[in-house]
């Protein structure tokens, strides 16, 4: 059992958790063209909660209580430690404001109406306790004290809360036995995002990122106000519903090479990412929320549909090469459901052109 964590099952209020918004696949669908940033709007949560929740954060509490440290790490330092207690603080005030209804503090306690998980917040760490109130991974961003590979002192990964990551990790667990792997070795370093700015993570794996994007997510770091939060979204074709993908632990995946193969075992993977800039330590915090949905679900919702062949059709070419492993597949499936949908004029001459 984790630290300072109680799970009761009496605490669990059954009409708030049939009650919880189903519509996520609709209103966090795919965006025709991922940009840096969007400001988030009155209406926007920074944290959301959805029909998933319960099930996300027992699954999260599951992979923390096995392999804590697969999931929590973060360098040393009391300006790291004290950014982690303000992100806590940030994350309960806003569980417990907005979501009212769900979370409910009691003394040095926060209680989820939800899950029936109660944290004792002067025993717990400050990182189990947000693991566990909000279904989203966090990064902690600092300006770093040296130089990285540009030079400058840029902003570096300096404590991580990844339970549910799509292939990288914040340190590296490779540990396999004999025969030594040296190419699979350096592959899990190069996975290992902690201690490392934006410029190092992207650089070897990402190549268009230094090109189009370095300069102006750091700048966008510098220049972030606290009060202003920002959204991003991605979204990917996977071969597995597994939700946490930590590159050294084993995942099952299908062959998917067919329409018929993606429309009965295919997922769309999606992470609603956000950014806000905390007023005391300066840190910015970079937030995940990830979404599993059936390519058989987004089927029948004609405007996910719609927006997932728009999204697919306005795919930079550098972005395709990237993941040209699953899209190729991919691909012959959204040329299958194409008659599903009205043709986006815009959109498909993108396509002709890139072709």
């Known amino acids: 059992m984790l630290k ?13 958790i049939d009650n919880l918004p189903k519509d996520h696949v609709t209103r966090y669908k795919a965006v025709p063209k991922t940009r840096i940033a ?15 929740y319960p099930a996300q954060i027992t699954e999260r509490m599951r992979l923390l209580s096995e392999r804590p440290d697969y999931y929590l790490d973060h360098l040393p330092g009391s300006e790291i430690a004290a950014a982690e207690i303000e992100l806590r603080d940030a994350v309960v005030d806003y569980m417990t404001s907005t979501y009212s209804d769900y979370f409910y503090r009691n003394g040095n306690s926060v209680v ?9 917040l002067n025993e717990a760490d400050p990182r189990v306790v947000v693991a566990l109130m909000a279904a989203e991974d966090f990064g902690i961003l600092l300006p770093s004290d040296k130089p990285d590979i540009t030079g400058e002192k840029n902003y570096r990964l300096s404590s991580g809360i990844l339970i549910q990551p799509s292939g990288w990790s914040l340190t590296s667990k490779f540990n396999i036995e004999a025969p030594y792997d040296e190419t699979a070795h350096q592959l899990s370093l190069d996975n290992a995002r902690l201690g490392k700015t934006s410029y ?25 106000n606290p009060g202003v939060n920002f959204w991003r979204r991605n979204w ?23 329409p018929e193969d993606w429309r009965s075992h295919g997922v769309i993977r999606s992470e609603h990412e956000g950014f806000m800039k905390l007023p005391g330590s300066k840190a910015v915090i970079f937030s995940i ?8 679900d987004i089927e029948k919702n004609k405007e996910a549909l719609e927006a997932l062949v728009t999204a ?5 070419p550098e972005m395709y090469d990237y993941r040209r492993d699953r899209l190729d597949s991919f691909g012959r499936y959204i040329d299958s459901v194409r008659h599903r949908i009205a043709p986006v004029p815009w959109a498909e001459q993108d396509r002709l052109e890139q072709a």
Request: net charge positive.
């Open 289 to 296: 929320r990830t979404f599993l949905w059936k390519v058989s």
């Open 4 to 16: 300072g964590v109680t799970v009761l099952e009496d605490l669990k209020c059954r009409p708030h």
């Open 38 to 52: 969007t400001i988030m709007q009155k209406q926007d949560k920074w944290l959301i909660i959805g029909d998933d």
């Open 312 to 316: 697919y059709d306005n795919l930079s």
């Open 112 to 120: 989820c109406r939800l899950t029936g998980i109660s944290i004792r």
């Open 200 to 224: 190092e993570i992207h650089t070897s794996r990402v190549s268009h990122y230094a090109k189009h994007f370095a300069d102006k997510v750091e700048r966008f770091y510098r220049n972030m």
């Open 236 to 258: 990917g074709p996977y071969r597995t519903a597994q939700l946490s993908l930590h590159p050294d632990l084993p995942r099952a995946e299908k062959d998917l090479q067919t």
